[in-house]
């Protein structure tokens, strides 16, 4: 790690992606196994299990989608130790989630990684919270930032085909 100023691009690129964007949620998976020479070859028989993430709720499920920053699986089918998958929910998908006491159940599909756990209430209801919540600071700063001048003049610039002149404002 650098550290200091040169540390905070790099950080807010590695970091910025996992942020919920709206209407998701977001989960890093670790397969954290301590001897390396078991870690290898269990990794290596993963390749692919980004892919095959979901959460079942209701009479829902939500595929995960990993995050596209770079490949979680190697040419030679290894992956990653770490993975970040997105969940994106619709807005039906959302309201069922919220429901009090719905049983959702978190899980793999992977040739050899079959493995499911039912989300305890309590995380699932704080989950469901940062869903919403999720939702509407996003709305807010939408509503935020196109009511800038500077949105403004983009806008005009954009339909008159011209360069914007923005002023940080």
């Known amino acids: 790690e650098k550290g200091g100023e040169e540390q905070i691009a790099d950080e807010l690129a590695a970091y910025n992606p996992l942020i919920p964007n709206g209407r998701e949620l977001v989960a890093t998976v670790m397969f954290e196994i301590n001897d390396e020479e078991r870690r290898r070859a269990i990794l290596?028989?993963?390749?692919?299990?980004?892919e095959t993430m979901f959460l079942r709720f209701g009479d829902?499920?939500?595929r995960g989608v990993p995050e596209v920053d770079l490949d979680r699986t190697t040419e030679s089918g290894k992956a990653s130790s770490v993975q970040f998958i997105h969940f994106p929910f619709t807005d039906e998908q959302a309201a069922s989630f919220r429901e009090q006491g719905c049983k959702a159940i978190l899980g793999f599909e992977h040739d050899a990684y079959g493995h499911m756990t039912v989300i305890p209430e309590e995380s699932r209801a704080t989950l469901a919270g940062d869903l919403a919540t999720n939702y509407m600071v996003e709305a807010d700063l939408f509503s935020i930032l196109f009511s800038t001048e500077d949105a403004k003049e983009g806008l005009r610039a954009f339909t008159e085909k011209?360069?914007?002149e923005f002023k940080g404002r």
């Open 44 to 50: 290596a028989k993963l390749g692919g299990v980004e």
């Open 162 to 164: 011209r360069p914007p």
């Open 60 to 62: 829902t499920e939500v």
